[in-house]
């Protein structure tokens, strides 16, 4: 039921969302929804645990995969953030359609922050420790910056479905950002300034 919420998310929104509605999507009936989700906040909230959950997962088998045979740190973590990008574009489309949809139905539903919240967190303490390890002044403050970041790179590729996202292109992005942010320069030296 959970996974038919998130379809329903993607493709019409949480006005979408009926009881009703995801009861047809997930083949069962609407006894069963009701039953396990006492109103469409409900199925909301857990909609966003469980997508929550299984981006976590992924994002980790992402970064146990990682280029072990890089050498520069630098690199290995902007092929981790391109990783993740395409892994949205092209794993879980609909996942991140849905993600955002109740990203925006937090501004018309303040109970759904904390899940929302809790989730986030997750992914900043995860970039945290990459920023700790590029040596940021201020890993928590990278973090943000860098999620923010990867934030927008997903947003630009769903509202111009035409331009492919090119791995190349985002790994290039994530180290110029993260060259910035962690004050090395684009070869991974420290910046110089004239």
């Not at 609909?94 to 922050?113: Q, S, T, W």
């Amino acid at each position: 039921m959970l996974e038919a919420t998130l379809r329903l998310l993607a493709r019409e929104g949480p006005r979408g969302v009926t009881h009703r509605a995801v009861a047809a999507e997930a083949g069962t009936s609407l006894r069963a929804t009701t039953y396990y989700f006492e109103s469409r906040e409900a199925l909301l909230r857990e909609a966003l645990l469980h997508y929550a959950s299984t981006s976590m997962e992924r994002f980790g088998r992402i970064a146990a995969m990682r280029d072990e045979t890089a050498t520069e740190p630098l690199d290995a973590a902007a092929d981790l953030l391109a990783a993740v990008v395409m892994s949205d574009l092209e794993e879980d489309r609909a996942g991140l359609v849905a993600e955002l949809e109740l990203a925006l139905e937090i501004g018309r539903d303040p109970e759904l922050e904390g899940a929302y919240a809790a989730w986030e967190r997750g992914l900043l303490d995860l970039l945290e420790a990459y920023a700790t390890v590029l040596g940021a002044a201020s890993p928590p403050s990278t973090a943000r910056i860098v999620l923010a970041a990867l934030r927008g790179l997903e947003i630009e590729a769903l509202v111009h479905p035409s331009r492919k996202a090119e791995r190349a292109d985002l790994r290039a992005t994530f180290r110029t950002l993260l060259g910035a942010l962690v004050g090395r320069g684009s070869d991974g030296g420290p910046s110089t300034k004239a």
